[in-house]
């Protein structure tokens, strides 16, 4: 077995198919993937954000093939006495991926522990080692918070993950008979008629993907937490994931159409059965008829009706997710200091945060209730 040390993307068409065509046998042997773990995913973030960051890909291999990936990146973040320099997982330091793991089939340990040894071997110099959106199901928690090289470890937890299994037939005909979807999806067919519409035309996708991004905008104008798509690098984002997901198995791009209008979109993905939600947005101008009720309404009857299994409504605990989930999962924060001087304040941090949200008094949460967020 051997480690392959990547500081740059393979910029040759034949590096990068030969790169692309082993990550991706090696994710037919890994259970969960989502789209966060795919080839692509991670290209198109690391073109898009990588600026400023240094690419640390860790690729384990031996005689047969590619055995496990980690994709990390070091960061430099400010600190109280100087710059410190955080290796983390590509993806994550704007929240863009909302499921993160060193890339390992369950089971492997001899490939997990070489990339392990590499972590604690630091042959690059990072201050803290920052994991997040760890599932919590992920071996990577036990192995790294219980190993003795790494003693400064600090594991939090970072958020819930509500989802709804699709698999009970009369369960699914009870969601769709849910009075507060059933009737804003009839008040606008008897209006004039609503479908929704899964874009799978570049050209389309390009098109309506400035239809997103301009009613999110307006969406989220005024509001304290205004529109990401203000950021013309998240626009960038948009358009490199939609270029390289293939739009009919893993990109879901849908649109709401009334009078041929579009009052609601979702930019989402699928893998293995699961419809993952990502972003979602709704015509701000009608927001009484809740399209976006409408918008959730056609996306459950379309999952169903393709009998997937599972529709993933991943991080976030806000609450009209829970109106809709039957289950939920949770995903974690693993933070690793090479001193005790660097873990006391994020310890402290932590502390004062978890003391904020258990206060009646304390901020409630910016995610907020509504099935545009």
């Not at 994020?346 to 945060?353: E, P």
């Amino acid at each position: 077995m051997r480690l392959r040390h990547l500081t740059a993307w393979p910029q040759a068409e034949s590096e990068r198919t030969a790169l692309r065509v082993a990550w991706q046998r090696l994710l037919q042997r890994c259970t969960p993937v989502s789209i966060f773990q795919t080839f692509e995913w991670h290209e198109a973030w690391w073109t898009t954000f990588g600026h400023g960051c240094e690419l640390h890909l860790l690729l384990v291999e031996d005689d047969v093939g590619l055995r496990a990936i980690a994709p990390f990146v070091i960061e430099t973040r400010p600190g109280l006495w100087r710059a410190q320099r955080c290796l983390t997982l590509l993806g994550t330091r704007n929240h863009a991926s909302d499921y993160a793991d060193v890339i390992v089939p369950r089971g492997d340990t001899q490939a997990a522990q070489a990339v392990l040894d590499w972590v604690i071997a630091n042959p690059v110099d990072w201050h803290s080692l920052q994991l997040e959106n760890i599932p919590g199901d992920s071996p990577t928690l036990a192995r790294y918070a219980e190993h003795a090289a790494l003693p400064q470890t600090l594991l939090q937890f970072a958020a819930a993950a509500p989802a709804r299994r699709l698999g009970d037939a009369a369960e699914n005909r009870a969601l769709l008979q849910k009075k507060s979807l059933r009737r804003h999806v009839n008040g606008f067919r008897r209006d004039g008629g609503v479908a929704l519409r899964r874009l799978r035309e570049p050209a389309e996708i390009d098109a309506h993907l400035e239809g997103l991004f301009e009613q999110h905008c307006r969406r989220w104008a005024n509001t304290p937490t205004p529109s990401l798509f203000n950021d013309p690098q998240q626009r960038e984002f948009y358009r490199a994931v939609a270029a390289r997901l293939d739009p009919e198995s893993e990109l879901n791009f849908s649109v709401v159409l009334w009078r041929d209008a579009p009052i609601a979109y979702h930019f989402g993905f699928e893998r293995d059965g699961v419809f993952t939600w990502y972003k979602p947005s709704f015509e701000p101008s009608l927001a009484k008829r809740s399209p976006g009720e409408v918008l959730l309404a056609l996306l459950f009857e379309d999952a169903i009706e393709r009998g997937l299994r599972e529709f993933d409504f991943t991080v976030g605990d806000e609450s009209f997710k829970y109106r809709f989930a039957n289950i939920e999962r949770q995903v974690y924060r693993l933070r690793v200091y090479r001193h005790l001087s660097a873990r006391l304040p994020a310890l402290a941090r932590h502390t004062l945060k978890r003391w904020i949200r258990r206060s009646p008094h304390g901020a409630p949460s910016a995610a907020g209730t509504h099935p545009d967020h």
